[in-house]
Nanobody
Framework: QVQLVESGGGLVQPGGSLRLSCELSGSIFNLIAMAWYRQAPGKEREYVAKIFTQGGGIGYADSVRGRFTISRDNAKNTVYLQMNSLKPEDTAVYYC????????????????WGQGTQVTVSS
């Protein structure tokens, strides 16, 4: 059974930093990428950053590029999101996502989500 467990959220002042962690347990036949999304109150969930397992390609939303850094520790099956220069508009529940295939079939594509961790940026 695949599980994603996030940690590292909390309350921080504007301009501060936080590092989120997401540990993947269980196995995915072909893990394609891990990503972070966030959802602010009254808004839809939005993409934040993604890291591909093959080739190590990385992408960021425009709103966080230059401030956030996604990284992965393969030995620990953990993905991180280092968040610097935080702004009040970064306040949201942050969710970890893992995308992959359960077998060789294209139809076996599966997305997994963590339970979320709250990040609040406020003075």
């Amino acid at each position: 059974q695949v599980q994603l467990v996030e940690s590292g959220g909390g309350l921080v002042q504007p301009g501060g930093s936080l590092r989120l962690s997401c540990e993947l347990s269980g196995s995915i036949f072909n893990l394609i990428a891990m990503a972070w999304y966030r959802q602010a109150p009254g808004k839809e969930r939005e993409y934040v950053a993604k890291i591909f397992t093959q080739g190590g390609g990385i992408g960021y939303a425009d709103s966080v590029r230059g401030r956030f850094t996604i990284s992965r520790d393969n030995a620990k099956n953990t993905v991180y999101l280092q968040m610097n220069s935080l702004k009040p508009e970064d306040t949201a529940v942050y969710y970890c996502n893992a995308a992959g295939y359960l077998d060789n079939r294209a139809s076996s594509r599966q997305d997994y989500w963590g339970q979320g961790t709250q990040v609040t940026v406020s003075s």
